[in-house]
């Protein structure tokens, strides 16, 4: 039987090895730099040369040699039923992926394979742990053709390679905007984006690397003399120019803080748009990386809005889509990353789902979870006062009971009154935490399990958690009463029960 194109083993684009060869240089440029200040630093030039020289171009001509040989010897097969990824310089490794276990393809354009029209084709199987199978890196049309050729198969669809062979703007006529990002709104999302990380980070490295800077930031004295300026006025000072110099230390850390969320989300979020297309949400957004990715609106399971302590005050949210295709773990479902929420309504409104109303019914946890929770914050708060007490400490002893039996006080009270859960028809809602709020709506049809969990204390006081499964999450409902958890479960059950899950997806795909 004659081979036709689709079955015969490929490479990838030859330019892979520019890529790669790039990507391993770049690797040891901070090695061959220290390793040449070392010898410099020695004052002998000459043996630089003689030594490090060598070093140096044996070393690259091997990260080249091997990056050719991984280019050569990886190769892609597409298949009637499945794509064949086979690997390995040494020792050789074969994968193969059936078409129905692949939820999605997307397309990522990092900067150096930009520069060269290449793309990075990940197909998503759900797995979890980084075992979806990438194939890095392919030219544009042909990651789309990959594209469109393993939806068509999916679907059980005989398209032709030929007739898949479509460039990106044809795939765009039919594109309905939902929501976009202008400069302004990447620019105020970066201001959001601040993390104390960063700065730990920042001033770890400044703390290791003092040598560099042209002063100590954290010398006070440094910061009064920097100031000073003419007249030392900044001198006459006293105490107050430490303070004056610790304030700049801090607010130096700050600004770099804010400067690197800008950057950060600058780079993520440029040129963001969220489209309908007739395959799903398409998301398409990045500076130097470039990802374009297709969300299956028939595979989203859940929706989750969430928001932050300051973010919150300015109305902003975020919107991300828990799918077969995502884990728990990842934002690659980021439908709406910094929206007002008339903003999200309309993307929450293409995706089935339904946003609470004003005359949802919610309810709380049972007030004797609560209680608990307390008491156990409050005896561990106890065991820490005797601690201190035998520890020859009593005047400290009360701290933990006073300061800690407040906290979890004040704890569970906030989280009394601000979690809560409803089921309606077709959607379960779930509303957690009072530091930064979410709200998660899954449907009742697609949840793939259901279970009510319960611990010795649960069992005594007649409360527990009702746990619901999701491929790409998970949902809980802690402190539920017994009666009202066995009443969710057994709705969830039924609902589940009517509608077979296959269905759900032959009902999504185009005819033939």
């Known amino acids: 039987m004659n081979q036709t194109p689709d079955t015969i083993p490929r490479r990838t684009d030859p330019r892979t090895f520019a890529v790669r060869t790039v990507g391993l240089l770049s690797q040891l440029v901070l090695p061959l730099v220290v390793g040449g200040f070392a010898l410099l630093d020695d004052g002998d030039f000459d043996d630089a040369i003689v030594y490090f020289l060598p070093f140096v171009l044996v070393a690259v001509g091997a990260n080249i040699l091997f990056a050719y040989l991984r280019w050569s010897r990886l190769t892609y097969t597409v298949s009637d039923a499945d794509i064949r990824v086979e690997s390995g310089v040494l020792s050789r490794a074969a994968r193969s992926v059936p078409y129905e276990r692949i939820q999605d393809v997307s397309l990522e354009q990092k900067v150096v394979p930009r520069l060269f029209g290449l793309v990075e084709v990940k197909f998503e199987t759900g797995a979890g742990g980084g075992e979806d199978l990438k194939l890095a ?84 004295r440094a910061w009064r003399e920097r100031l000073t300026g003419p007249g030392q006025w900044l001198a006459g000072l006293g105490f107050l120019a430490q303070i004056v110099g610790g304030v700049l ?39 130097l990386t470039r990802t374009d990715l297709v969300m299956p609106v028939h595979r989203v399971q859940a929706l989750r809005i969430g928001t932050g302590i300051v973010r919150r005050l300015f109305g902003w949210h975020s919107l991300k889509l828990v799918s077969l295709a995502s884990d728990s773990g990842s934002a690659n479902h980021e439908a709406v990353p910094f929206a007002q929420m008339d903003e999200i309504a309309p993307v929450v409104a293409e995706t089935g789902f339904e946003l609470p109303g004003g005359t949802q019914e919610w309810s709380r946890a049972a007030p004797a979870y609560r209680i608990d929770g307390f008491l156990l914050g409050l005896a561990a708060m106890a065991a820490l006062s005797i601690g201190l007490f035998v520890a020859d400490r009593a005047a400290f002893a009360i701290l933990p009971i006073l300061l800690g039996g407040g906290w979890f006080g004040l704890h569970e009270y906030l989280r009394w009154r601000w979690d809560r859960y409803a089921i309606g028809p077709g959607q379960l809602y779930a509303r957690h935490g009072w530091f930064a709020p979410s709200l998660t709506i899954a449907s009742r049809e697609k949840l793939q399990s259901v279970e009510i969990v319960r611990n010795p204390l649960a069992r005594l006081r007649g409360y527990a958690d009702v746990h619901f499964g999701l491929a790409g999450g998970r949902l809980r409902m802690r402190g539920v009463a017994l009666d009202e958890a066995r009443h969710i479960r057994d709705a969830v059950v039924d609902s589940m029960a009517q509608q077979d899950f296959s269905d759900i997806v032959d009902q999504q795909l185009p005819a033939a």
Request: glycine share 8%; hydrophobic share 45%.
């Open 249 to 287: 230390a801090v607010a130096s850390l700050l600004l770099v803080g804010v400067v690197t969320g800008v950057v950060r989300t600058v780079l993520r979020e440029w040129g963001f748009r969220l489209e309908r297309t007739d395959k799903g949400l398409r998301r398409r957004r990045g500076l």
């Open 137 to 220: 890196y392919l030219r544009e049309n042909e990651g789309e053709r990959l594209r469109e050729l393993v939806r068509s198969r999916r679907g059980r669809i005989a398209v032709a390679a030929s007739d898949t062979d479509t460039d990106e703007a044809e795939n765009d006529v039919d594109a309905r905007l939902l929501y976009a990002m202008s400069r302004k709104r990447v620019l105020t999302f970066g201001l959001f984006e601040f993390s104390l990380a960063v700065v730990a980070v920042v001033a770890g490295l400044a703390q290791q690397l003092e040598f560099l800077l042209p002063f100590e930031v954290w010398d006070w």
